[in-house]
């Protein structure tokens, strides 16, 4: 029996989305133990790369979320060492963490989004941007962070955007609130895997503790949409995640609006190029409906992990 890989797990990292990171990053580290391959957890400071090198791992399983694990940044590191890894490359990741860019490369593909604008958070002043209802959201955050809704009756602009209080730098993306319901569809290599729909429960929309918080979203999986939307859903996830130049796992979310036929408005939000991994997280879900357990995933991940993704 072949000896199986040397997997060093990246989890924790420093950036808002720390706390997610441990938990994804863990739960991987803990299935592929399951799955015979020996693991080292590193949680990742700004001395990662002295640490990968001393250490010398078969592959690195990025789990890290938001910036610098995210972006492109922890991705040029491994590609200096030369340590294979999984998930998307340099310029994928950099890509799709800027959403307005994200989006630009989407529309040229024909891929429909929402119309949106980026702006600095203190030019949003006392007058609202656009026509509510929007949605506020910075650039290059995930998880929902520091992500404002404006409704239709709201007179002038939401406070908390141009306060002290506000932590997500001041570049924010002003988009068009599309209304309806919230599709997520996985890509696994080249294949678009299930469709889910994912129903907050006691929340607004979709935000932090409805992503993470047990019981704080229901995920529909398969989603009740018709043949013609679940295939295009699918179809358009597929074409972000190769347009944009993604490898390996990526989840792109959609709004999909039918409150006046069936076939509605269906909107692509962005895609995810480290979609969460948690016991609760919606790829492994998806995943699992396609008959891919938890830890046959996670192999498939390692196994196709490389430099010069």
Not at 20 to 38: H, I, P, T, W
Not at 129 to 155: A, L, R, T, W
């Amino acid at each position: 029996m072949e000896k199986k890989k040397h997997v060093a797990v990246l989890l924790g990292g420093f950036s808002s989305e720390r706390p997610v990171s441990l938990s994804s990053g863990n739960a991987c580290a803990d299935a592929l133990e399951k799955e015979g391959y020996r693991v080292t957890r590193v949680d990742v400071g700004r001395d990662v790369s002295s640490v990968l090198a001393e250490l010398k791992p078969d592959v690195a399983f990025n789990a890290l979320h938001g910036p610098y694990g995210e972006d492109g940044t922890i991705q040029g590191v491994l590609e200096y060492l030369q340590i294979p890894y999984t998930h998307s490359g340099v310029l994928a990741s950099a890509l799709a963490m800027d959403k307005e860019q994200a989006k630009r490369v989407a529309k040229s593909v024909g891929i429909p989004v929402a119309e949106s604008r980026v702006m600095n958070r203190f030019d949003i002043g006392n007058a609202h941007p656009m026509k509510p209802p929007y949605v506020v959201k910075p650039v290059n955050e995930g998880s929902s962070f520091g992500v404002v809704i404006v409704k239709e009756d709201q007179s002038h602009p939401p406070q908390i955007i141009t306060s002290s209080e506000w932590r997500y730098g001041d570049t924010v993306m002003v988009e068009r609130f599309i209304h309806g319901r919230e599709l997520t569809c996985a890509v696994m290599g080249d294949v678009a895997l299930g469709v889910t729909e994912i129903i907050p429960v006691g929340h607004s929309f979709y935000d932090y503790d409805a992503k993470y918080v047990a019981g704080g979203s229901k995920h529909e999986c398969p989603a009740k949409v018709s043949p013609f939307i679940y295939q295009k859903v699918q179809t358009l996830a597929l074409k972000a995640h190769q347009a944009i130049g993604c490898r390996g796992v990526s989840r792109s979310d959609f709004r999909y609006d039918d409150r006046y036929s069936e076939n509605g408005e269906l909107v692509w939000l962005e895609v995810n190029t480290q979609p969460g991994m948690t016991p609760t997280s919606l790829v492994p879900e998806i995943a699992a409906e396609a008959g891919h357990g938890f830890g046959e995933l996670l192999s498939w991940m390692v196994e196709d992990a490389s430099c010069s993704r």
